[in-house]
């Protein structure tokens, strides 16, 4: 399984960016997927998830941020907007997947996309 992360990038403040993330591989069903970001010297920290009809956000992004999915191209996305200085960061997408043949859910991590807020 793969996950592959795209749309990161350069914004002024204020500017909005959209990422997506598509999985990949030998998928059986996915429980869950969100958005992590991580800064030089941080732990990665939740910025937002989606599970069933459910989501979940960071306080620091709540009425800024959306994330939505496609259940049909195994696909989640996350629109940043009104974005701020301080949501510099390599944001990852995770995912909860059963994989064909497994009754286990492993946790999948992408390789990061880096977003750049700065005037």
């Known amino acids: 399984v793969q996950l592959v992360e795209s749309g990161g990038g350069l914004v002024q403040p204020g500017g909005s960016l959209r990422l997506s993330c598509a999985a990949s591989g030998s998928i059986f069903s996915i429980n869950a997927m969100g958005w992590y970001r991580q800064t030089p010297g941080k732990e990665r920290a939740l910025v937002a998830a989606?599970?069933?009809?459910?989501?979940n956000y960071a306080d620091s992004v709540k009425g800024r941020f959306t994330i939505s999915k496609d259940n049909a191209k195994n696909a989640v996305f996350l629109q940043m907007n009104s974005l701020k200085l301080e949501d510099t960061a390599v944001y990852y997408c995770?995912?909860?997947?059963?994989?064909?043949?497994?009754?286990?859910?492993?946790?999948?991590w992408g390789q990061g996309t880096q977003v750049t807020v700065s005037s």
């Open positions: 995770n995912a909860d997947i059963r994989t064909h043949g497994s009754i286990l859910v492993v946790n999948f």
């Open positions: 989606i599970r069933g009809g459910s989501t």
